[in-house]
């Protein structure tokens, strides 16, 4: 078969061609539209969870399900060094394209809040700075009449029978001061009979970084997706497949399953791989070990090898010490404990490890592996950890 035949798209934020194990995800957010189409307030939905576990795809999925659902969909993919107000600029501009055909008024209200956000700037080559796509008085944050501008805007788009929705990606990254005002502006309006939905994807701790916004996003709802079983693996892999017209024998799908771990990333790579290296309309277990030490080979190196590398002696033997507790979070003092040791007292080697992003704390006094099935990968390498690690002081107890 051709490669264009391939269904399986290993690219960071692309949607799997079966979204599987993630029912519940997606029947929470239909509800809670269907909710606010009728006019009703519902929780706003975060959807959090490593990298590679499918929280973009599982967005545009819903934003997908919205706009066939009669919404406006305002997106954005935030980002600390901008304020949110220019995050939301392109998401305005574009949900202005697709709803020209409703009205001037609508127009009006778009371009109404458009010139109340600030405009987006461009890094000029040569470290020459930067420039503004328009003029705006210079502030940083949204201007004062963007709320006012949002309300208009709400009414004009429920006058045409439709609802407003913003969805945030990598939410844990929008800065604090404009996400409190588009959370303030939800949270008003669903006390209205013209609620606004919102819609949000990110890393574990967006629940704190939303929490440090307003308090009451406690209240909210929250799926943490984390690795697909191996019934959903053998699905992702086999519906795609069959639909295709080619099979997949069982025993090659549980050699997938077990070497991608459920980790859907890695689910598209190897899947990916063995569709490439099959011939004719089945893919043999022989196929898909012929590719196993070779994809093996690439992930690792794109995931793990090259920050492991640069670890000290105590890193090492921190980083065992955690995959040895098995998948996390973890909390630091259990992790501490291995040593004999405080968790204060590991702190350094803790932040050190946050710095090189091979640690990250999902809330407080916990700590986890910032990429899935890194456990796997320090357990595999293991005897070469512990020859790196023998040359520091930190030693674990022995029982």
């Given at each position: ?318 980083v065992l010490a955690i995959a040895r507790l098995g998948p996390g979070p973890h909390t630091t003092g259990e992790v501490a404990a291995v040593f004999g040791a405080t968790s204060e007292a590991l702190s350094s080697i803790r932040n ?48």
């Amino acid at each position: 078969m051709p490669i264009s035949d391939n269904p399986f798209r290993p690219a960071p934020g692309s949607e799997p061609p079966a979204l599987v194990g993630r029912d519940a995800e997606r029947s929470a957010a239909e509800y809670a539209l269907s909710l606010t189409r009728s006019g009703a307030p519902a929780q706003p939905i975060v959807f959090t969870g490593l990298r590679g576990m499918g929280k973009t795809a599982l967005l545009r999925r819903c934003i997908a399900d919205a706009e066939a659902a009669d919404a406006v969909v305002i997106s954005g993919e935030a980002t600390r060094d901008e304020p949110l107000g220019k995050t939301l600029f392109a998401g305005l501009q574009r949900a202005r394209r697709q709803n020209a055909t409703l009205g001037k008024k609508l127009r009006t209200g778009f371009d109404a809040i458009i010139e109340s956000l600030p405009r987006p700037s461009f890094e000029l080559p040569g470290e020459m700075g930067s420039i503004v796509l328009e003029p705006s008085d210079g502030r940083e944050e949204p201007l004062p009449d963007t709320l006012d501008a949002l309300d208009e805007l709400n009414a004009l788009v429920r006058g045409h029978k439709r609802y407003l929705v913003f969805a945030i990606d990598e939410i844990q990254e929008a800065p604090v001061a404009g996400l409190r005002d588009l959370v303030r502006f939800v949270h008003r309006t669903a006390g209205l009979d013209i609620p606004v939905y919102l819609l949000a994807a990110g890393l574990p701790n967006s629940r704190g970084h939303l929490h440090e916004v307003r308090t009451y996003t406690e209240r909210w709802r929250y799926f943490r997706l984390d690795l697909l079983g191996a019934a959903d693996t053998r699905a992702a892999i086999e519906i795609p497949s069959r639909e295709r017209g080619v099979t997949v024998a069982s025993d090659a799908l549980d050699l997938l399953a077990s070497e991608s771990g459920g980790y859907p990333f890695f689910v598209q790579e190897y899947a990916s791989a063995a569709w490439l290296a099959h011939r004719g309309s089945a893919i043999t277990q022989a196929d898909v070990a012929r590719i196993v030490p070779g994809v093996r080979r690439i992930l690792e190196d794109d995931f793990y090898d090259a920050p492991f590398r640069l670890l000290t002696p105590r890193e090492c033997a921190y980083v065992l010490a955690i995959a040895r507790l098995g998948p996390g979070p973890h909390t630091t003092g259990e992790v501490a404990a291995v040593f004999g040791a405080t968790s204060e007292a590991l702190s350094s080697i803790r932040n050190r490890l946050v710095a090189k992003d091979i640690v990250y704390s999902p809330a407080n006094g916990l700590v986890e592996f910032r990429i899935p099935l890194t456990e796997r990968y320090v357990l595999a390498h293991r005897y070469e950890l512990e020859r790196r690690a023998a040359d520091g002081k930190l030693s674990p107890l022995r029982a």
